[in-house]
């Protein structure tokens, strides 16, 4: 599906979309439809930075119980649940555990080293679109500069890019 008029939708028709998706019936099982909520548009990123997707996250009170990932130019990319069973939110993800930057700097400082500070986090990918983590650069005063991955309670570095997994 990709959304008609200009080719780069604005993040706002992109949420929309998403939202019209799943009040439609079209993605979601009937207890999501019914109670789950449509949030703001997240923008994916490369780890270089470049700009990738939007992800539309879908709470259900206050859990991350799924979501959608749109490529820039409206083409919806993927819908998905965290449920296993329809209604059965409380194994869903928290949604502070993905969309609280401060919770998440938090988390990786224990994984920092002497004299890194964390910068501002951005939502990335680990070598794959298909697997959405948060990138936390951490700087020294030199100017060197690494990377954390952040995925739900799960901190580390970036495997190499030539791997797979």
Known sequence: ??????PAP??????????????SGQVGDLPLRQSGQV???????????????WLIPVTAGDRFAAF?????????MRFSTF???PGAYKQCPAVTEWFDLAGLRAKA???????????????TFDRSPDRIVWA????????????????????YPPPPGDTFG
């Open 1 to 6: 599906m990709t959304i008609e008029g200009q």
């Open 10 to 23: 604005d993040p706002g028709r992109i949420s929309q979309c998403a939202a019209d998706l799943l009040s």
């Open 39 to 53: 949030g703001p548009p997240w923008l994916v990123s490369t780890p270089e930075r470049e700009p990738h997707s």
């Open 68 to 76: 959608f990932q749109f490529l820039l130019d409206g083409t919806l």
């Open 83 to 85: 449920c296993r069973k």
């Open 109 to 123: 400082a224990n994984h920092c080293l002497p004299g890194e500070i964390p910068e501002e986090p951005f939502l």
């Open 136 to 155: 936390l650069p951490l700087r020294e005063s030199s100017g060197r500069q690494r990377l954390l991955f952040v995925a739900g309670d799960a901190v």
